[in-house]
């Protein structure tokens, strides 16, 4: 009998062939309900009225096991009420922008509290004062070479073929040393013959010559370090030189969790260089390795990456992956630096000197290296080590961005600065 169009055709064997030895059927069978169920359209058995069975009919014309098969023409099948249980039917997983991650929570951060640490402690750490200094340095005229003290006044004139004589024998000083009052000049020890108690000047010297005169170095008000600034190796040392012990920062306390050490070390060392803190308890931030939600960050690499709020505290997941550790960090933790410590992180602008690609929908991580045509771009989104080891800055490229041509100028993060391109705070809220 010919089939409806459109029906669909279900073998179902009889029991005593189901029940023969070695036979095929119960296992073409078992295969066929599966793949049914899973399709939700297989069909009530005879004699419900809740499927769709519109005829049988039984072929004897062949003795095969095929041919004795009832078959049952089939159409307007009620699909299953079951939960389909074929992945590729079901949705995936939800994917959270970067800026829709990070907005709820950086909207509830402020910027830390400052606190005084003493000035050998702040190298690295953002200044929350500005500093002057309180005295001209030096306070007393200093040597800078070894020789005699003198007064330049006193030299004046002086040659090997007319030298001048003084009334004292002048006082010897080494470098560092205060020169007597009334000396302005170091003469070189060449330049001053003695007799006893007669000393002859054979060279004329200039007011400071090989010294350092009093407010040289530093005048009064001088400003050391700015409120905002991080505070560099060389800023702690004028700090001392000017006798100032204490300073106030901005310095965001975190706690990271243990994980793998070299990611950890990696991190700390980034952390450290972004002016934070790292602490065991009571942290303005915590970190730690545990995949996020199931919603997915729509970051490239580092899609488990994820951002929340625990009470007042921003903690964030990060992935267990260096590419998508160094992708997380610049995007998801250093905004939150930002925030807690007050100050953003400064830029490089750059011109491409060769086109960059991106995806879609996606924030993607790229890695330039500076040559002295432009930026070259060595990765985006797949990062490699050898494309880190290569690689100077780096930035975000956003999601509704294809990519940029050759020429394009963008702004970039030193990549050994702790810092990365990307929106700023004030640009999501």
């Excluded at 297989?42 to 499927?51: E, F, K, M, N, V």
């Excluded at 400071?208 to 009064?220: F, S």
């Excluded at 390795?289 to 919603?295: D, R, T």
């Excluded at 992708?327 to 992180?345: C, I, K, N, Q, T």
Aim: include cysteine; hydrophobic fraction near 45%.
């Amino acid at each position: 009998m010919p089939r409806k169009p459109g029906s669909r055709l279900i073998i179902r064997p009889r029991a005593a062939e189901m029940a023969a030895p070695n036979s095929i059927l119960p296992r073409f069978w078992l295969i066929q309900r599966k793949v049914m169920e899973a399709m939700g359209e297989l069909a009530s058995p005879i004699g419900t009225s809740s499927g769709g069975l519109r005829r049988s009919h039984e072929f004897n014309g062949s003795s095969s096991q095929a041919s004795r098969l009832r078959l049952f023409m089939v159409s307007d099948v009620q699909p299953s009420a079951r939960p389909c249980p074929v992945s590729h039917r079901c949705p995936k997983q939800a994917m959270i922008s970067l800026a829709d991650a990070l907005r709820p929570v950086l909207g509830a951060l402020a910027a830390v509290s400052p606190v005084i640490l003493p000035v050998s402690e702040a190298n690295g750490l953002i200044s929350a004062e500005t500093v002057v200094a309180p005295s001209a340095l030096p306070v007393r005229a200093m040597a800078l070479r070894a020789g005699y003290a003198v007064s330049s006044l006193a030299c004046i004139g002086a040659s090997p073929h007319s030298p001048v004589w003084l009334s004292s024998v002048p006082a010897a000083v080494n470098p560092g040393e205060a020169l007597p009052p009334g000396s302005d000049a170091v003469l070189p020890k060449d330049g001053l013959s003695l007799s006893g108690t007669i000393a002859e000047v054979t060279r004329a010297v200039a007011p400071g010559e090989n010294a350092r005169l009093v407010g040289q170095d530093l005048r009064t008000g001088d400003v050391l370090v700015r409120a905002g600034e991080r505070v560099l190796a060389r800023q702690v040392l004028l700090l001392q030189e000017a006798g100032i012990t204490r300073l106030t920062v901005c310095a965001p306390c975190v706690v990271i969790e243990p994980g793998p050490l070299a990611l950890c070390q990696w991190l700390s060392t980034m952390l450290a260089g972004a002016g934070c803190r790292i602490v065991d308890q009571n942290p303005d931030l915590a970190v730690h390795w545990n995949a996020g939600p199931e919603s997915r960050l729509a970051l490239v690499p580092g899609e488990v990456a994820f951002v929340a709020l625990e009470g007042v505290i921003p903690v964030v997941a990060l992935p267990s992956r260096f590419d998508g550790l160094i992708a997380a960090y610049f995007s998801l933790v250093l905004p939150l630096v930002e925030r807690l410590r007050g100050v953003p992180e400064p830029v490089r602008p750059g011109t491409l000197c060769r086109k960059l690609t991106s995806t879609i929908g996606m924030d993607e991580l790229a890695l330039f290296r500076t040559l002295p045509e432009g930026l070259d771009p060595l990765a985006t989104g797949a990062i490699t080590l050898q494309a880190l080891a290569q690689a100077d800055c780096l930035a975000l490229v956003p999601p509704d961005c294809e990519g940029y041509p050759a020429g394009t100028e963008i702004v970039t993060w030193p990549l050994d600065h702790g810092s990365f391109g990307r929106q700023k705070p004030e640009d999501i809220l």
